[in-house]
């Protein structure tokens, strides 16, 4: 059952936003990064 | 409950059937009716992922982790968004292309039969038992607190999951999801909201996160590395990400919300959001938890918030002394409340040696509370040894039904049950999509019509969920072996994911050295779970690793016999 794996079919549409996913992967970090400053901000200023 | 809260109830678990029933009419094969045509926008693959992952115990559970334990829960969710760009550049574009209905039988194209029939049977079993303690765990929590019959409310969660989950197949299951996650999201907010209201009059709610953070509840972040310790930031990333990577890359239940996505653009949106808005979700559901200790700082709490445990002790032999901890627990709590409200009040003078100062009294006030509820725990397993120490699960349902108004308990349990319906779906469609696709028609029948395995796959998905069922039911009597079982998950993800990310990135490697790479791999994880203490994040990267590592070391072996 082995299937073609090419580079095929309708071509999918670009990502909102972003000219490449490379930003929206970039924007996902970086959230993470931000979200992890601000848990620490937040552990820190409460404590 | 009162009436109104039945009527809510039963018109939010109403609604959800026969909306399911309704959005899954069509399906005409297989492709319809578990990939629902790959017709799904970015927002639905959201929800569902979303509420595919969110069990009843996420919400019943970690309010009450993080009453007991502080916040420091959430770092489990930080390997998440990295885990969810790894697959948007790997897994979505390959399942995509190779049009697959499920991730293993990427697995055959890439390596051989055994090694797909290996990854399903694998998550056959340890989904299988999974779906049924989705559905048990928060039935218990149901039958303490509210006092309902567990065997009722097994038959009765199921059976509504069977009746949408068989007839509309994924589109039933996705589009349930997104009201799903409606009402548990309008539920969690609504109890968060009700928290901050009851707090007592002079106290808001800054002060009360004050409060909270003075006594150790807000400890979102911890840089410490320890390899014994479950949750700190290098567990939560590195341990974490291999886990997420294990659930959303290569468990049915997952793969196959995303697989309905229209396009790759639709599927990879999904997750990536996912990723934005997964750790904020569980950072507040975790900071309702801290809210709900800050409130019993002066509200008395129970000694034991698992009401059936106390009722046990309360008839026993060890009754006197079990009421006498629980009125020297009442009077630590009256001290502790004092030293609450001189704190609040050094908190509004701003000056630091006063708050300083209060937060050593109350830290004493509250270590001497625990004192005596450890005492009143140690009592309760002298008099039932086989009872679990955590009351965790029970924290926030007891506020819930002592606290809130009629209504709005009855919405909260809405929430709840459609939490648990909707791990379940998912889970009861992905065991059908798995069986029929990897198994039934891989091996069994492979010329049979398209209305042939459509009408087999609701009869999979029908015997699932009476398998679950019955798995619920047979819970109660497994005691113990229960946590075993959730943590078989754990010990089979690591070299599942190895398998896949050896398929994705090691082109090199083939299916032999593969195959037994990943038997030698799980022989090590396994290893670590009776041998070692080493926390069980740890055996996903240990698993997967040790896939890679076994596979590049046989290679050459099997190169060799073939040539």
Redesign the interface.
């Known amino acids: 059952?082995?299937?073609k794996?090419?580079?095929?079919?309708q071509a999918?549409?670009?990502?909102?936003f972003f000219k490449s996913?490379n930003g929206?992967?970039a924007?996902?970090?970086l959230?993470?990064a931000a979200?992890?400053l601000l848990?620490?901000a937040?552990?820190r200023?409460?404590? | 409950m009162q009436t109104l809260d039945w009527i809510v109830l039963s018109a939010s678990l109403i609604f959800i059937v026969v909306y399911g029933v309704w959005k899954g009419r069509g399906s005409e094969d297989i492709t319809g009716y578990f990939l629902a045509n790959r017709s799904m926008r970015w927002y639905t693959v959201l929800l569902s992922i979303m509420a595919t992952q969110a069990s009843a115990i996420t919400f019943l559970s970690a309010p009450g982790q993080a009453y007991v334990d502080g916040m420091r829960f959430v770092q489990f969710y930080f390997g998440l968004p990295i885990g969810m760009v790894i697959l948007s550049i790997t897994a979505i574009p390959i399942y995509h292309r190779l049009k697959v209905h499920t991730a293993y039988e990427y697995l055959e194209n890439r390596f051989d039969l055994k090694t797909r029939t290996l990854a399903s049977l694998l998550f056959l079993a340890g989904r299988g038992l999974a779906a049924g303690l989705t559905i048990y765990a928060p039935a218990l929590i149901f039958t303490v607190i509210l006092g309902w019959d567990i065997h009722w409310t097994n038959l009765i969660i199921g059976t509504l999951v069977i009746i949408y989950t068989a007839s509309g197949g994924t589109k039933a299951v996705n589009w349930t999801h997104f009201y799903q996650m409606m009402i548990i999201m309008f539920g969690m907010f609504a109890a968060f909201f009700m928290i901050v209201i009851n707090l007592p009059d002079g106290v808001s709610l800054l002060e009360a996160t004050h409060l909270a953070g003075k006594l150790g509840r807000l400890n979102a972040i911890d840089f410490g590395f320890d390899w014994n310790n479950r949750y700190n930031i290098w567990s939560g990333i590195l341990g974490g990400m291999f886990l997420q990577l294990s659930y959303f890359g290569t468990d049915q239940s997952q793969v196959q919300r995303y697989l309905t996505g229209e396009s790759i653009t639709q599927s990879r949106l999904g997750l990536l959001l996912n990723g934005i808005v997964k750790i904020p979700m569980q950072f507040f559901i975790l900071f309702i938890g801290a809210m709900l200790f800050a409130f019993y700082q002066f509200e008395a709490p129970p000694v034991f918030f698992n009401s059936a445990e106390i009722a046990k002790v309360q008839a026993s032999d060890h009754a006197r002394e079990y009421n006498f901890l629980e009125v020297q627990y009442k009077q630590a709590h009256e001290q502790k409340k004092l030293r609450a409200r001189q704190m609040v009040l050094a908190l509004q003078s701003e000056d630091e040696k006063n708050i300083t100062a209060a937060q050593q009294h109350l830290l004493r006030a509250d270590a001497d509370a625990q004192e005596i509820r450890n005492k009143a725990i140690a009592l309760m397993q002298k008099n039932d040894p086989g009872m679990d120490p955590k009351d965790t699960n029970y924290i926030f349902l007891s506020f819930v039904t002592k606290y809130l108004p009629a209504g709005l308990v009855g919405l909260i349990i809405a929430a709840i049950i459609a939490a648990s319906m909707s791990s379940t779906s998912g889970e009861l469609n992905a065991l059908a999509s798995t069986s029929i696709v990897d198994i039934y028609k891989r091996m069994l029948r492979r010329k049979g019509s398209d209305r042939h395995y459509l009408t087999s796959s609701k009869i999979a998905t029908v015997l699932w969920g009476i398998y679950a069922i019955l798995f619920a039911e047979y819970a109660s009597r497994l005691g113990s072996l229960i946590e075993a079982v959730n943590i078989l998950g754990s010990l089979t993800y690591g070299p599942i994911l190895g398998i896949f990310l050896v398929g994705f990135y090691f082109k090199k490697i083939g299916a032999n050295a593969t195959f037994y790479g990943a038997f030698l791999a799980e022989a090590a994880v396994l290893y670590c779970f009776f041998f070692t203490d080493i926390a069980f994040l740890w055996y996903n990267p240990i698993g997967c690793l040790g896939v890679i590592f076994f596979a590049y070391l046989l290679q050459p072996m099997f190169e060799t016999q073939t040539s």
Do not use: A, C, G, S
């Open positions: 059952m082995k299937q794996t090419t580079e095929n079919q999918d549409p670009p990502p909102p996913w929206w992967y924007l996902v970090l959230n993470l979200l992890i848990f620490y937040f552990t200023y409460f404590q």
